[in-house]
């Protein structure tokens, strides 16, 4: 069933189609395959183990609760791509969304990470979120040049806060993309105060 | 604080001073009469006469840009007539703030509403102050979480509630309350196609916005649509 504009096809820089789709609990054996076909260096990265059944429970128990919404890339009848937008759904923070993005090595550098990251954007805004924010390491120049792309810029730099999987110590840089003036727009557009208008 | 209507604009595109503005009849448009009509899209061409509208509610709510909304689907997306004419308190939130706007098949000659063939309403100050002038056979649509209607009507009025405000934060925003209320009049009213009220929604909300806009809109088209087909 289609929601929000997906499923949907992307096109990537190589001509090869993946289809883009909403990630619901059907989902979960496919996005653990994928996950366990990442390497180790590609998982030091990730904040969770996403190995493990107990992962897959909380991750699609977050899913359930609207506290997290998933875009998962098909292709050859495989997940190759997965973007989360976190978010908490209380507190002082419940205007922020936290984007967590990842593919499968073959299928880098054909744009699917950017297709994932704007279909997650584009969901952010929808759910009225303002404030989106995305955690890249240092070494991750490909992700940060994808984000900011889409508008993300660094707003913080945690020196020496990554160790990589030979032991070196990395910066971790927090990029963040404020969408307020989107909303701030409406806002204005709904005042009902025009005494300008009509003059 | 009423605005002037300003001159009939040179072309079909809005005139965003007061007026929506009035587009030369056509026959590709849609619109067809309003009320219980049932699920049927309003056919091309058919008459629809002159309605009158008065949308209602407070600063802050939208209410102009429903009003607009109304107005440009009628007369840029549907080749009809509309006028619109704005009112607002001296605040610019939460004084009482009204939109007139009227829908024809002819040129308007007078532009402003006497007796309201729809009220569109979304506070229970407006309700007292417009009902009064409503058509003996008019229709009320409310939002029903903000005014309460039961037993302020005459037996001959129809009335329709929703309650767009909720559906406005289950969406995410309730910014976009109006644009429920919106799709809401488009549904139960059929006074307009969707497509043409689609249109003039993408036309004037801003960029960035307008998928959530539109979702805050068939979710108001859809719930008046069921509301009024036939059981």
């Given at each position: 069933?289609?929601?929000?504009?997906?499923?949907?096809?992307?096109?990537?820089?190589?001509?090869?189609?993946?289809?883009?789709?909403?990630?619901?609990?059907?989902?979960?054996?496919?996005?653990l395959?994928?996950y366990?076909?990442?390497?180790d260096?590609?998982?030091l990265?990730?904040?969770?183990?996403?190995?493990?059944?107990?992962?897959?429970?909380?991750?699609?128990?977050?899913?359930?609760?609207?506290?997290?919404?998933?875009?998962v890339?098909?292709?050859?009848g495989?997940?190759?791509g997965?973007?989360t937008l976190?978010?908490?759904?209380?507190?002082?923070?419940?205007?922020?969304?936290?984007?967590?993005?990842?593919v499968?090595?073959?299928?880098?550098?054909?744009g699917l990470?950017?297709?994932?990251?704007?279909?997650v954007?584009?969901l952010?805004?929808?759910?009225?979120?303002?404030?989106?924010v995305?955690?890249l390491?240092?070494?991750?120049?490909?992700?940060r040049?994808t984000?900011?792309?889409?508008?993300?810029?660094?707003?913080?730099k945690?020196a020496?806060?990554?160790?990589?999987i030979?032991?070196a110590?990395r910066d971790?840089?927090?990029?963040a993309?404020?969408?307020s003036?989107?909303?701030?727009?409406?806002?204005?557009?709904?005042?009902?105060?025009?005494?300008h208008?009509?003059? | 604080?009423?605005?002037?209507?300003?001159?009939?604009?040179?072309?079909?595109?809005?005139?965003h001073?007061?007026?929506?503005?009035?587009?030369e009849?056509s026959?590709?448009?849609?619109?067809?009469?309003?009320?219980?009509e049932g699920?049927?899209?309003?056919?091309?061409?058919?008459?629809?006469?002159?309605?009158?509208?008065?949308?209602?509610?407070l600063?802050?709510?939208?209410?102009?840009?429903?009003?607009?909304?109304?107005?440009?689907?009628?007369a840029i997306?549907?080749?009809?007539?509309?006028?619109?004419?704005?009112?607002f308190g001296?605040?610019?939130?939460?004084?009482?703030?009204?939109a007139?706007?009227?829908?024809?098949d002819?040129?308007?000659?007078?532009p402003y509403?006497?007796?309201?063939?729809i009220?569109?309403?979304?506070?229970?100050d407006?309700?007292?102050?417009?009902?009064?002038?409503?058509?003996?056979?008019?229709?009320?649509?409310?939002?029903?979480?903000?005014?309460q209607?039961?037993?302020?009507l005459?037996?001959?009025?129809?009335?329709?509630?929703?309650?767009?405000?909720?559906?406005?934060?289950?969406?995410?925003?309730?910014?976009?309350l109006?644009?429920?209320?919106?799709?809401?009049f488009?549904?139960?009213?059929?006074?307009?196609s969707?497509?043409?009220?689609?249109?003039?929604?993408?036309?004037?909300?801003?960029k960035?916005?307008?998928?959530?806009?539109?979702?805050?809109l068939?979710k108001?088209?859809q719930?008046?649509?069921?509301?009024?087909?036939?059981?």
């Amino acid at each position: 069933m289609e929601r929000d504009g997906f499923p949907r096809l992307a096109k990537l820089k190589d001509g090869s189609s993946v289809e883009i789709s909403l990630a619901s609990a059907a989902d979960g054996p496919a996005l653990l395959d994928f996950y366990r076909s990442l390497s180790d260096e590609d998982r030091l990265v990730l904040k969770d183990d996403v190995t493990t059944p107990g992962w897959l429970a909380r991750f699609l128990a977050k899913l359930e609760a609207g506290a997290a919404t998933s875009l998962v890339a098909r292709a050859d009848g495989r997940i190759c791509g997965e973007a989360t937008l976190h978010r908490n759904l209380h507190g002082w923070s419940r205007h922020v969304g936290e984007i967590r993005l990842s593919v499968a090595s073959d299928r880098r550098g054909k744009g699917l990470g950017y297709a994932l990251a704007a279909g997650v954007v584009k969901l952010a805004v929808d759910l009225g979120l303002e404030k989106m924010v995305a955690q890249l390491v240092e070494s991750q120049a490909a992700a940060r040049k994808t984000f900011e792309r889409l508008g993300f810029r660094k707003e913080a730099k945690l020196a020496r806060q990554v160790t990589d999987i030979r032991g070196a110590k990395r910066d971790l840089f927090i990029y963040a993309n404020d969408v307020s003036h989107i909303w701030a727009a409406m806002e204005a557009l709904v005042e009902d105060f025009r005494p300008h208008e009509g003059q | 604080m009423v605005s002037r209507v300003g001159s009939p604009p040179a072309s079909p595109a809005a005139d965003h001073r007061g007026r929506v503005g009035e587009a030369e009849r056509s026959e590709r448009g849609g619109g067809g009469g309003w009320g219980a009509e049932g699920r049927s899209e309003p056919s091309q061409g058919s008459h629809i006469g002159r309605t009158e509208i008065r949308v209602g509610g407070l600063g802050g709510q939208g209410i102009i840009l429903c009003g607009s909304i109304i107005g440009k689907a009628a007369a840029i997306y549907s080749g009809r007539h509309a006028a619109l004419i704005q009112a607002f308190g001296p605040e610019a939130r939460g004084s009482a703030c009204s939109a007139q706007v009227i829908v024809a098949d002819e040129a308007i000659g007078y532009p402003y509403v006497r007796r309201p063939d729809i009220l569109v309403l979304l506070s229970q100050d407006a309700f007292a102050q417009f009902t009064p002038q409503l058509k003996p056979d008019g229709l009320v649509l409310y939002e029903n979480e903000l005014v309460q209607v039961e037993g302020k009507l005459p037996a001959t009025v129809r009335a329709f509630g929703i309650p767009a405000t909720r559906f406005a934060e289950e969406l995410g925003r309730r910014l976009v309350l109006n644009i429920v209320m919106t799709g809401f009049f488009a549904g139960a009213t059929n006074l307009l196609s969707i497509d043409a009220v689609e249109k003039a929604v993408l036309d004037s909300v801003p960029k960035g916005t307008e998928s959530l806009n539109l979702k805050a809109l068939m979710k108001g088209y859809q719930y008046g649509r069921d509301l009024v087909a036939p059981a």
